[in-house]
């Protein structure tokens, strides 16, 4: 109640011309009071009409007041900025141009403070105080301030709508109803609301279950990457190990397996960040969602929530959770260079040794959504080119061993890597995880993926064989 009364004094003491407390107070013959220099501005600017008028009553006066300063009232002035009330904002409680403003209040307006569903009209504290004191108003229905009432009036019956037509999906009045939706399926506002409600709550839930499923898939990719980590370190230490015995004949060998390690344990991790990611930009995706259907399930005027529920979007399938397969690929390179230590007398005789890194992919399946477009199925795109030591004997390279055209017998040296029999060659890159690529061709061309094992390919490439004259990028 003291905060009422500041406000009032403010009010009262404050200048209509410049809504500030009065400086210097002159009182014109009318009896309203103002600022001596605002008044003063004020009658310049009619100084040519030789007419002066108040600019609250509009009472004329001739010849132009002479102004004296009203002693008494500059005395309460400054009695009153000694209460500290004029460390108050001026507009502490008018209305902005974002505020909703009081639609009672004549003078400068004040903000509302709340809005009437009954009365479709908006107060401020002021003026609502007699719906809280007078019986008349026990029934009539208070919501947060609002500059959409007029929206709840029906705009050819000029009455409020208080019911919803679930035939044709959209709020009515009362004359609506006997009306052009006389015979419709027709409910009150408030039921349909509730009704609705139910449905948002258990939206809410399925989305709060899907970030609390998505932020455990989080955890666990969390856990596999450091499962990772320490399978990628164990292979390196067995492997350094092995090598050990070997010093004298391996010391190469040593360090091509410890770097095939480390790269494929940083593939790894790479594709265990990105489903991570994923997952994390789905999990804010997700609040987002559940913030705006947080907010809407607030909002109390009916009719304002059926009219902004249509506009969801559906909730989106929940894929199904991650699957991790346990770590036997880090293991294989420990049994690989176990078997080869026992052999690799016999094997350094015959050819060059086979080591490398099977089965290395990470099994952590997160389903993804299926590619129908050039630009998604760019994201795994892998530039290609050709391997003259497979290349048979046919088949001319060139544009840096990115087309294959069949010509006449080509002079290229011996290599046991050669095909000999078809018309084939295969690529150099090797190829894991999701690739795609893009061939131009003419003629017949056949490609596919070779799952052959070599120490410096690693696992696969593409293979191509051909009926052809011309193999492009």
């Not at 209509?16 to 310049?44: A, E, R």
């Not at 600019?55 to 010849?63: K, V």
């Not at 176990?338 to 052999?343: L, Y």
Request: glycine share 4%.
């Amino acid at each position: 109640m003291a905060q009422k009364g500041v406000q009032l004094d403010r009010e009262t003491f404050s200048c209509s011309i410049c809504l500030d407390l009065l400086k210097d107070p002159v009182t014109i013959n009318c009896g309203h009071s103002y600022c001596m220099n605002c008044i003063k501005s004020h009658w310049d600017e009619e100084d040519r009409k030789y007419s002066y008028s108040c600019p609250q009553c509009r009472q004329s006066f001739t010849p132009r007041p002479v102004l004296l300063k009203n002693t008494m009232l500059a005395a309460l002035v400054e009695e009153l900025k000694k209460t500290g009330l004029q460390a108050a904002p001026a507009d502490h409680c008018y209305a902005g141009a974002e505020d909703v403003a009081c639609d009672v209040c004549t003078r400068r307006k004040l903000k509302a403070i709340k809005s009437c569903l009954v009365c479709l009209v908006s107060y401020c504290e002021k003026h609502l105080q007699p719906h809280f004191e007078s019986p008349a108003f026990e029934k009539h229905k208070l919501v947060e301030p609002s500059k959409k009432l007029q929206e709840n009036i029906c705009s050819r019956h000029d009455e409020v709508m208080k019911l919803f037509c679930r035939t044709d999906q959209q709020c009515i009045c009362s004359l609506c109803s006997v009306d052009e939706h006389k015979g419709h399926d027709t409910v009150s506002a408030a039921a349909e609301r509730t009704e609705r409600q139910k449905k948002l709550e258990g939206s809410r839930q399925t989305i709060q279950q899907r970030i609390q499923d998505r932020e455990k898939d989080v955890k666990l990719l969390q856990q596999q990457a450091e499962a990772i980590d320490r399978a990628a370190d164990k292979a390196v230490e067995d492997s350094e190990k092995i090598f050990t015995e070997l010093i004298r004949l391996l010391e190469i060998r040593s360090s091509d397996v410890e770097q095939q390690v480390r790269s494929q344990q940083k593939r790894e991790e790479s594709r265990v960040k990105e489903l991570q990611e994923e997952l994390e930009q789905e999990i804010t995706e997700l609040k987002r969602e559940d913030a705006e259907l947080e907010k809407l399930s607030h909002t109390e005027d009916h009719s304002q929530f059926l009219h902004n529920y249509p506009s969801l979007s559906p909730l989106s399938q929940s894929a199904s959770s991650i699957h991790i397969c346990p770590l036997s690929c880090f293991e294989d390179v420990t049994a690989a260079l176990s078997e080869v230590r026992d052999k690799l007398q016999d094997v350094l005789r015959e050819k060059r040794t086979k080591v490398s890194l099977t089965g290395t992919e990470v099994d952590v399946l997160l389903p993804q959504p299926e590619r129908k477009t050039r630009a998604g199925f760019l994201k795994y795109s892998l530039e290609i080119t050709l391997d003259p030591n497979t290349a048979f004997t046919k088949l001319l390279l060139s544009e840096g061993n990115r087309k294959a055209t069949v010509m006449s017998q080509q002079s290229y040296s011996s290599h046991p890597d050669r095909f000999t029999g078809w018309l084939q060659v295969l690529s150099r890159e090797s190829l894991t995880g999701r690739c795609y690529w893009e061939v131009e061709r003419r003629g017949r061309v056949y490609v596919a993926v070779d799952t052959r094992i070599s120490a410096e390919q690693g696992v696969g490439g593409m293979f191509i064989w051909t009926e052809m004259t011309n193999l492009g990028r």
